[in-house]
């Protein structure tokens, strides 16, 4: 602080200096001017002299001429050589004169210019002055102001004083509640670690249950019998019924699917934009998510509303049901993922993290773990048994659809809007490969064929590809000179059995190829607006369509004899 003080009485120091010096640096140009004023006076007195030596010389003149005339009229030879004299004498009188007023001309220019050079320099002496009084009055302002400030400096010096005692006492605090945290943590992990124990030994007898269950079904199956609980809760074994046993084989029968022709059913859904449809994975649901904030379960086959699902706080941006349909997940633009329990239709687990709108999210085989992709560049994987994410994964540009490439949910693959597709090691977070060049627009939707060997992608450039993922090369391009993709999260889907491809336009229609023969084998328009998905029945049985405009279609595609 001493230095930043000194600092600035050596600024005012230095102004002081120049003001000095540009004060001195007017004493040449006064100096000359003062000799300048001599000079002048000396060449008037000196002009004076001339005007009186002039008229001395005209005197003579007159006189002279006054004699040249009497001696001419004399006319004597003397007379007339004074003349002559005379006359020479008058002649160089006449030119002196001459040489005079020429002097006196120069004398009276050089005056005016001097004076213009006087009138000059009083014009810069007078701003200098006025420059010195401003410069003045700032040397004295700034001397109150450092006077100023050398007490507020001795003020903060006090406040740092106390800052720094307040300092320590806090970190003292700091420390003191970090080693109280160490022990809970310490706690925490002991319960946590014994809670875990518990939930093991019961999951392991429930494992035990569910084997002897299995294997009790097992044998019931063999004999062609079912299992059924009694009034007094024992299971027992009796006949099937030709009717379950027509019901299987007709389940059977549903894994071929035959091209619908026109929808069985048409209905409006929403009351605002529809943003996703999916089918559950038993097949007796199907599911929509849209910008009224809200996820609306339907009957299958009837298309009825079983149950509205709220609680997000913007657009719902896709939908999913776990292995056993006890659960449904939507994403939303709220930055969040939301997991609702169906049978209590309530909101079992909200994960929160993503800084940007989630656009897609997906349950894992075994219903522990769920993971979501954002716009804000990251791929997360949440833990429901704990309930927060494990796993954040960095991507390079923001996610538009995800999707697992195996049950076990180790591999992931992305779409993005960068135009590329990205495969994950969920267990790691490591990029194992990443797709370039299979699309000139940003990725749609990715999914993975029911196989598992091939990934179906679709993109803004109007496109669909076939890609194989051992091999990671394209093996189809699908495309139509009908078909335009319409939304950044529009979806496209299998068939059951994997025979065709599925995926809807911007005009409202429905495109379906032939995946082996690489043929468009059906075209239905329904729709009115932009399809924003498609979703196939696991069983087969039911194809639905969605479109931004509040509507969807359910189409019958079951084999039937």
């Known amino acids: 602080m001493a230095a930043d003080v000194m600092s600035y009485r050596d600024l005012i120091v230095e102004r002081l200096i120049a ?10 140009t006064i100096f000359a001017n003062q000799k300048l004023v001599q000079k002048v006076i000396t060449l008037q007195n000196k002009e004076k002299q001339l005007e009186v030596a002039v008229k001395t010389a005209q005197l003579q003149n007159e006189t002279l001429s006054q004699a040249a005339e009497y001696a001419k009229a004399q006319g004597s030879p003397e007379h007339q050589q004074r003349v002559a004299e005379l006359d020479r004498r008058i002649h160089d009188l006449n030119e002196e004169r001459a040489e005079m007023y020429k002097t006196q001309s120069e004398n009276a220019q050089r005056l005016v210019h001097m004076n213009e050079q006087l009138r000059k320099v009083t014009e810069t002496e007078k701003r200098d002055s006025a420059e010195i009084n401003k410069l003045t009055a700032s040397v004295k302002q700034l001397g109150t102001k450092c006077d ?8 903060k010096d006090a406040a740092i004083q106390i800052l720094q005692d307040e300092l320590a006492a806090i970190q003292l605090e700091i420390t003191t509640i970090e080693e109280r945290n160490k022990k809970l943590e310490k706690e925490n992990a002991q319960l946590l670690q014994r809670w875990l124990d518990k939930m093991n030994q019961e999951a392991e007898k429930m494992n035990e249950a569910t084997e002897f269950y299995e294997s009790f079904l097992e044998q019931a199956r063999n004999v062609g019998q079912t299992i059924r609980k009694t009034s007094t809760g024992k299971w027992v074994m009796r006949p099937s019924s030709s009717t379950e046993r027509s019901k299987s084989d007709r389940r059977a029968r549903a894994a071929t699917v035959v091209l619908p022709t026109a929808p069985i059913k048409k209905m409006t859904v929403h009351d605002g934009e529809i943003f996703c449809i999916k089918a559950s994975s038993a097949g007796n649901m199907f599911a929509t998510g849209g ?3 809200k996820l609306k379960v339907y009957d299958a086959k009837s298309g009825n509303v079983t149950m509205t699902l709220g609680g997000s706080l913007q657009s719902i941006t896709s939908v999913c049901f776990n292995p056993t349909d006890e659960l449904v997940l939507g994403s939303s633009t709220d930055n969040s993922t939301r997991i609702w329990q169906l049978s209590t239709q309530r909101i079992r687990h909200t994960l929160t993290g993503h800084i940007g709108k989630v656009f897609a999210a997906q349950f894992t085989a075994d219903s522990k773990r769920v993971v979501s992709g954002s716009h804000d560049r990251t791929l997360k994987v949440w833990d429901l048994q704990r309930g927060y994410c494990i796993r954040t994964i960095f991507t390079f540009s923001s996610c538009n659809d995800l999707t697992l490439a195996d049950v076990e949910g180790q591999t992931l693959v992305s779409g993005h809007l960068d135009n590329n597709i990205r495969l994950w090691d969920t267990r790691t977070g490591n990029g194992i490969k990443e797709l370039t060049g299979v699309h000139s627009g940003q990725v749609t939707s990715v999914s993975v064929s029911p196989g598992g060997d091939t990934l179906l992608t679709n993109s803004r450039d109007n496109t669909l590809k076939l890609i194989d993922l051992r ?10 000179p009908t078909y335009r993709n319409g939304a950044n999260w529009s979806r496209s889907c299998f068939s059951p059995d994997g025979s065709y491809i599925a995926a809807g336009s911007s005009d409202g229609t429905l495109h379906i190829w032939n995946q082996l023969t690489r043929n468009l084998e059906k075209t239905i328009k ?8 498609v979703s196939w029945s696991p069983m087969g049985d039911y194809l639905y369509t969605a479109e931004t405009n509040k509507n969807v279609c359910i189409y019958n595609t079951a084999f039937t004899v």
């Open 148 to 155: 100023l400030q050398v007490e507020q400096l001795r003020e």
């Open 471 to 480: 091999m990671y090369d394209i093996v189809a391009t699908f495309q139509a």
């Open 526 to 533: 329904e729709h009115r607006g932009v399809m924003c998905g």
């Open 19 to 28: 003001r000095n010096e540009k004060e001195h640096a007017l004493h040449d």
């Open 291 to 293: 910008s009224d904030k």
